[in-house]
């Protein structure tokens, strides 16, 4: 992804999602006028989109026990079709690249 993106990758630290974009907001504001982007300002672009990957990642939760997740039912029910996630969100972001919602790769 941040080779689509065109950024280097960075350490793992966690990260509330909300509260970066309510710290970085003027940065997108400065990266729109930048690069001419559609995409206007970053709590419009993004919608509720932080608040449910905060949830989705327990973003100031405490550690709970590791769940196991197992596809195999779903294949013996028949449903064999899988769609690589990476592959799917490298295709996203390179299509709101396309669309000018994102910057170009540098």
Known sequence: MAKTLGVNVGGDEPTNVAQYIRDNADVWAKIVAKYGLASGD??????QGDQ????AFASGAPAGPVAFVSTIKLRKAGF???????????????????????????
């Open 42 to 47: 970053l709590r419009s672009f993004v919608g």
């Open 52 to 55: 449910h990957a905060d949830f």
């Open 80 to 106: 064999n079709a899988a769609v690589d996630t990476r592959d799917a969100f490298c295709d996203a972001l390179q299509s709101f690249i396309d669309q000018k919602l994102l910057p170009p790769a540098l």
